[in-house]
Nanobody, 118 residues
Framework: VQLQASGGGLVQAGGSLRLSCQAS????????MGWYRQLPGTHQRSLVA????????YYADSVKGRFTISGDSAKNTMYLQMNSLKPDDTAVYYC????????????WGQGTLVTVSS
């Protein structure tokens, strides 16, 4: 699976952005695809939001009520709608699709930078 992330940019605090993750094939039969972010000066990616088979979702406490994960299976695209952005949301955002049982590693998009100014 090839993933192409887009939609990042510079936005003022309180603003909104929508990230997109275009997949090269159908990913909507894979459980737990989601978005991670890597904060400036850190090396670890943390899970921001994920969507499970059946449609249930997970959100990190820091983004609950502000971010929404969704997908369009017809377009093989996953989205992250980010509202009420805060400077603490500044990070590189990566989309992720977990490895299928025959694969050795997860699939990652290339990352898209979100910068929120105060």
């Amino acid at each position: 699976v090839q993933l192409q992330a887009s939609g990042g940019g510079l936005v003022q605090a309180g603003g909104s952005l929508r990230l997109s993750c275009q997949a090269s094939e159908n990913i909507f039969s894979i459980n737990g695809m989601g978005w991670y972010r890597q904060l400036p000066g850190t090396h670890q990616r943390s899970l921001v939001a994920a969507i499970r088979l059946g449609g249930s979702t997970y959100y990190a406490d820091s983004v609950k009520g502000r971010f929404t994960i969704s997908g369009d299976s017809a377009k093989n695209t996953m989205y992250l709608q980010m509202n009420s952005l805060k400077p603490d949301d500044t990070a590189v955002y990566y989309c992720n699709v977990p490895a299928r049982h025959w694969e050795q590693s997860d699939h990652w998009g290339q990352g898209t930078l979100v910068t929120v100014s105060s």
